[in-house]
């Protein structure tokens, strides 16, 4: 197989400036560019998953790494890019690579291989059109992706597209930020305790791109963050000082038109877009709220954990600070974005009901039953626009995630969700109903659908779904 033209540039420089600017991962930091002049390429690129010395919140410690980075090098691809991605796992253990949020077919994007240790892999797929957002790579070896996640292995994706340079978003400029947080004992990644794998493990470290409340200095007066959210089970309400949040895109690209808020929620697994629209000079400090994701098991009983008591003293936790020079300017911002269909299923649509339980003596399960990956539990047909039905009989939150097909929400708790978006993970609390539709697009296969909290993932509450 012969490729015509590395990308190495590209890559390269992603995975090299995430390593070259200590505290801030440069290679994170882009301005977007004018429309429609980078034509679709072929890139090959290549994943390494080792063990080894790595720099996390200016110390060094070791991690699995992705490349050798934490978190790995970033992705930025373009809509119609052929990709050949090679994932070569130089752990002690089985993984593989999954592409979260992009609609791939199940054949390519497998989370059912298993790369054994000293194996390789080649994911080759274009990007599809229409894909331009924020997703984000990670293991998905049943079993061990907690393990793994936690350790460090994730990294983001960019795709751009024509809806990318919307005016004035080409005039912003563009960071990502991976929000992750990690436990570091003795130089290495804190084991999980029982506990950890009840509630989902978090780390003691929230870090933004691998350091610990890092600085930004914008020089330009409109922001655009990517956001993922790559933690095990944190979630983040971010909120950031003396401004509002102006989203703009959702898990599945850009909204019609920018939603003002004061604090954003982030589940584990999702993503989001936002303008920051700077008008004077000063630092802001962008807060993770407390938020109670409820906890039916574990030492604190149900309720706040205990290490957030002194967090919701200071009113949040610092992520990271912008700092602003008097002499920014005002950013303006769109009031357009790009029109979102609207999928309106039949009343005949075909309707799945599923129920999400976590209890002390059923373990954590989607209706009643632990991941089999032998056994089917939905099978669908392609082609069909489909309403899933979930509903959360828990006793805390669990952000439910589909592969392959992305969906929207229709309503939550029977009230119309508030835009259309384009979603691939959904949040729903304890008590919450909430109604999809999923469009069965393009391809068939056999993938899954499982609760965001690694942790509740590795313990089955996962189903496997074919479409045929
Ligand atoms: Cu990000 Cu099946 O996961
Ligand atoms: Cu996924
Ligand atoms: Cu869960």
Not at 271 to 277: K, S
């Amino acid at each position: 197989m012969s490729i015509t033209r590395r990308e190495t540039l590209r890559l390269g420089g992603a995975a090299l400036g995430a390593l070259a600017v200590p505290g801030w991962a440069a290679g994170a930091t882009r301005t977007t560019q004018a429309a429609g002049v980078t034509p679709a390429s072929e890139v090959a690129l290549e994943l390494v998953a080792a063990t080894g010395p790595s720099v996390v919140a200016g110390q060094t410690a070791t991690l699995w790494t992705y490349n050798g980075t934490f978190p790995g090098p970033l992705l930025r691809w373009r809509e119609g890019d052929r990709i050949r991605l090679r994932l070569v796992n130089e752990l002690a253990e089985s993984t593989n690579l999954h592409l979260h949020g992009l609609h791939l077919p199940a054949a390519i994007d497998d989370p059912f291989l298993d790369v054994p240790p000293g194996g390789s892999a080649t994911y080759a797929f274009d990007v599809p059109s229409g894909a331009a957002g924020t997703y984000w790579y990670h293991p998905h070896m049943h079993g061990r992706v907690a393990r793994q996640l936690f350790a460090g292995l994730a990294g983001a994706i960019v795709v751009d597209g024509p809806s990318t340079d919307v005016p004035p978003l080409a005039e912003a400029e563009e960071h990502v930020l991976v929000l992750k947080d990690i436990s570091l004992r003795r130089g290495t990644v804190a084991a999980h305790t029982p506990f950890d794998w009840m509630n989902g493990k978090e780390g003691d470290l929230v870090l933004v791109n691998g350091a610990w409340r890092p600085q930004l200095a914008p020089t330009r007066p409109l922001l655009r963050l990517r956001i993922v959210n790559a933690g095990n089970a944190r979630y983040c309400r971010l909120l950031l000082e003396g401004h509002f949040l102006y989203q703009i895109a959702t898990d599945g690209g850009l909204l019609e038109s920018p939603v003002r808020r004061r604090s954003l929620l982030l589940a584990p697994g999702e993503r989001a877009e936002v303008l920051v629209r700077l008008r004077r000079g000063g630092t802001f400090r962008l807060l993770n709220l407390p938020y109670d994701r409820g906890r039916g098991m574990g030492p604190h009983g149900h309720g706040m954990p205990m290490n957030l008591a002194p967090v919701l003293d200071a009113g949040g936790e610092p992520l990271l600070s912008i700092r602003t020079p008097h002499t920014i300017g005002r950013g303006a911002l769109p009031q357009t974005l790009v029109p979102i269909e609207r999928l309106a299923p039949a009343a005949t649509a075909p309707l799945r009901r599923f129920v999400l339980s976590d209890t002390m003596m059923g373990g954590f399960t989607i209706n009643g039953r632990r991941f089999n990956p032998d056994r089917v539990d939905e099978r669908g047909r392609r082609g069909d626009l489909e309403v899933w039905e979930i509903e959360n009989r828990g006793t805390m939150d669990h952000p439910f995630h589909l592969h392959t097909y992305s969906f929207q929400v229709l309503s939550l708790n029977g009230a119309a969700a508030e835009f259309a978006a384009w979603k691939d993970v959904v949040n729903l609390r304890p008590g919450d109903r909430v109604r999809l539709a999923v469009p069965l697009r393009d391809f068939g296969g056999r993938t899954v659908y499982h609760c965001h909290i690694a942790e509740h993932e590795d313990l089955g509450m996962m189903g496997v779904f074919e479409v045929t």
